[in-house]
């Protein structure tokens, strides 16, 4: 009796020790959950707790409920949480600029286009320009390129500068190519002003665009930010929490700076300097910034233009235009001078490069300065038509695959036309660069593709459209899987950004970055991934959505 006594005695403080024993506070617990942490293993969890803006603990829910407490407690109803999504390679510039813009995205024919235009110049009569985005005269009729007259027509003393789906092309009136005095103008390098006999037709390409650009005057730094502010809401919305801004002016970075010190943005920066071929240097020369969520680190060179536009440079003619090939936008050996340059700094390089022929020689030029298993996570922007021969300089450089997915499913209509049967094979190949490169970076190229992130899961690993065309998928041998798609979006996007360390997954000391979905993207038929619902979107362990 005595030694049973000892026993209840012993067990009745062990409890009273347990219960009293206070629970740590944390900022907030979310539990009952279907947690995708994205971590080395990709396991899967019930519940973690936040604290000072990072993931303290993750964990099952009976750990963490046990371990602690919380004014703020979410119960997730076993739905659906992942990281924060990361697009690795967009423009958040221009997706602000685009909110003040005509949105020309889907327009069926050139009429409707003028339709577009009207409309909003009745909303904004008094603009000094009209600035419209998003034509593609590839879903029109006629697919050739338009021309300027019934623009004339119809806004004969009001400039109008309207831009290709690509960016890489751009529609002008007379008005608008008269202030850049293009009749005078000899074609650019790594550029096209379109004539038929010596007049322009309106059309510009690729480094022509830049002559009618500088002409039209910039928003007010008051009006900027408030553009980049809704910007950022509308990432916050479809559950982007880190940005890849590929392709900076100088100018845009330094506002960037201002708002990030001001606290005026929390959405993740990471900030590409486009290059300039006179100022780079100076760049280099003041080094890499790095500012709460601003990140300043990186290159972003323009090697070659879009397939859409016939810009990307290819190995051989395209198929729909027996005499071009696309063309470089810098001379060869000024962008091997650029690259040996920067290959002796610390300074990440990301070109673009879109037809075989540029992939080639860019690829080449990584693995003439960089040696094998080199830290430097140098990119290839978009790397859309890659010969297979070129596979492995991927490989033996460390380079890093950054694509688009829905560029896929929005060219598929007409890529077969600019390259035939053969060459389509190698283009938009995901599946075969990731196993060349061990990771992809994935992004949206927005506003050249839409905003949304889970349009490019879907287009990764369905390889259809909305429409879910074609049936079966597209080139289907390139799809990815559903977890390589998610790591696309988040830990190799991080990692393409060298913010792996904090960013990507739902880790211990991990920034507190994660969305909650309605629906688990990893289980649900493919077809409902696009309509998914963002539930909640948090940043720095505060909910922004």
């Keep these: 009796m005595k030694t049973l006594s000892a026993l209840l005695i012993n067990f009745t403080c062990l409890s ?3 219960c009293c024993k206070q629970k740590e506070q944390v900022d907030l617990i979310l539990h009952h959950a279907t947690i995708y942490t994205v971590d080395s293993t990709c396991s899967v969890q019930q519940a973690f707790a936040v604290k000072d803006g990072k993931f303290l603990d993750i964990g099952s829910n009976r750990s963490i409920l046990g371990r602690y407490e919380s004014r703020h ?14 697009d690795a390679h967009c423009h958040f510039f221009a997706l602000a600029h685009g909110l003040h813009q005509v949105n020309l995205v889907g327009a069926n024919s050139m009429e409707e286009v003028i339709e577009r235009v009207k409309t909003f110049r009745m909303k904004f009569p008094k603009d000094a320009w009209i600035i419209g985005h998003g034509w593609d005269q590839n879903l029109w009729t006629n697919k050739n390129f338009p021309d300027n007259k019934e623009l004339n027509t119809v806004f004969p003393d009001v400039p109008v500068y309207l831009s290709r789906i690509d960016g890489h092309a751009a529609l002008a009136n007379n008005t608008a190519l008269q202030l850049a005095n293009i009749s005078l103008q000899n074609q650019p390098v790594g550029g096209l002003i379109v004539r038929e006999g010596n007049m322009p037709t309106g059309v510009l390409i690729d480094n022509a665009m830049d002559l009618v650009q500088q002409k039209i005057p910039l928003p007010s730094e008051a009006q900027l930010t408030e553009l980049l502010l809704e910007a950022e809401k509308a990432c916050f919305s479809v559950g982007l929490t880190s940005l890849g801004d590929a ?33 780079f240097r100076d760049v280099v020369k003041k080094g890499m910034y790095q500012h709460g969520q601003l990140t300043m680190r990186s290159f972003k060179i323009v090697a070659d233009g879009a397939l859409g536009s016939r810009g990307a440079c290819l190995l051989h003619p395209y198929s729909d235009a027996a005499t071009q090939q696309g063309f470089l936008l810098q001379k060869p050996a000024i962008l091997d001078t650029i690259i040996r340059e920067l290959a002796q700094t610390d300074f990440q390089v990301n070109v673009h490069a879109i037809g075989d022929s540029t992939n080639r020689f860019i690829l080449h030029t990584f693995n003439k300065y960089l040696k094998n298993n080199n830290t430097k996570r140098w990119r290839i922007e978009h790397a859309q038509i890659v010969q297979p021969d070129d596979y492995p300089l991927f490989t033996s450089a460390s380079l890093i695959p950054s694509v688009q997915p829905s560029h896929a499913t929005s060219d598929m209509y007409w890529a077969k036309d600019r390259l035939g049967n053969d060459r389509l094979r190698y283009a938009y190949a995901y599946k075969q660069l990731l196993r060349a490169a061990g990771s992809l970076a994935l992004g949206s190229d927005f506003p050249v593709e839409d905003i949304n992130p889970l349009y490019q899961f879907h287009a990764a690993v369905a390889r259809t459209d909305k429409n ?4 079966g998928g597209f080139q289907v041998e390139s799809a990815l899987t559903r977890e390589e798609a998610l790591m696309g979006l988040t830990r190799w996007a991080a990692y393409a950004c060298f913010q792996d360390d904090r960013k990507g997954s739902i880790e211990k000391e991990k920034q507190a970055d994660f969305i909650w979905l309605e629906k688990d993207i990893m289980k649900i038929p493919l077809p409902e991934i696009r309509n998914t619902k963002i539930r909640q979107t948090w940043v720095n362990g505060i909910r922004v959505h």
Excluded: C
């Design 247 to 279: 392709g900076l002016s100088i100018e845009e970075i330094d506002l960037l700076k201002k708002l990030y010190k001001q606290n005026r943005l929390r959405i993740g920066e990471y900030a590409m300097a486009m290059l300039d071929t006179a100022t």
């Design 16 to 18: 009273l020790f347990v």
């Design 73 to 86: 407690v979410i119960d997730a109803k076993n739905q659906a949480v992942y990281p924060g999504l990361y």
């Design 468 to 471: 879910g065309k074609p049936e």
